[in-house]
């Protein structure tokens, strides 16, 4: 079975999720399997708590993409694999894995997914969510006070130190990459349908 791969990028907070989140209603959900960057954050247990604290967790080397790779190529081949498991608190990969089937399609989502070439490659279709920064910093915040037990001042921070510099220099360049470019995200519901009415064309010609 030959997947399709389709690969969602878009700054921190862009809405990424919720344009997942139709793209997997447009299409039955034993059908697709979703691949999370994030969740390929090297493993740097070795690090002190403060070490871990201070890495650039926006720039590409922070990533394992290799491994993201090779998990691609083996669902293509219609071989299962296991996706890590990261915890945002401690900054640590656990022992534990997330088991990953072949499906007809493969969703990749991730703020660095398209800029970088070995990602882009093995994707059929490449979307880039548009949002403007104000919202996405506000979205941000909420969501790494509630799920990842920051504080107000250490999201501003890490923000202004390495959230918006990465994203100026690595994931707003990305979106040349995109072969579609969605607006607000999720709520763009134009675009969205545009996209399930073109995946729903590849997927009955294969």
Do not use: C
Not at 34 to 40: E, F, K
Not at 124 to 139: A, G, K, M, N
């Amino acid at each position: 079975m030959s997947s399709l791969i389709i690969g969602v990028a878009g700054g921190s907070g862009s809405g990424k999720t919720t344009v997942v989140r139709e793209i997997v209603r447009g299409v039955s959900p034993e059908s697709v399997s979703q691949l999370r960057h994030d969740a390929y954050y090297r493993d740097f247990d070795h690090l002190s708590p403060d070490e871990r604290a201070a890495i650039n967790f926006d720039h590409p080397d922070a990533l394992e993409t290799e491994l993201m790779v090779r998990h691609l190529d083996a669902l293509r081949a219609g071989v299962p694999i296991e996706m890590p498991v990261y915890d945002f608190r401690t900054h640590r990969r656990q022992a534990e894995t997330v088991p990953v089937r072949p499906t007809r399609v493969v969703i990749v989502d991730g703020i660095l997914v398209l800029a970088e070439p070995e990602l882009r490659a093995r994707m059929d279709i490449r979307v880039y969510v548009d949002t403007d920064p104000d919202v996405r910093l506000i979205r941000r915040l909420r969501r790494d006070v509630r799920d990842r037990g920051r504080s107000v001042e250490s999201v501003l921070t890490q923000y202004e130190t390495t959230v918006r510099p990465m994203h100026r220099d690595f994931v707003e360049p990305s979106k040349r990459w995109a072969d579609i470019i969605i607006p607000e995200g999720g709520h763009n519901k134009v675009a969205v349908d545009m996209l399930a009415t073109k995946m729903a064309w590849i997927l009955a010609a294969t």
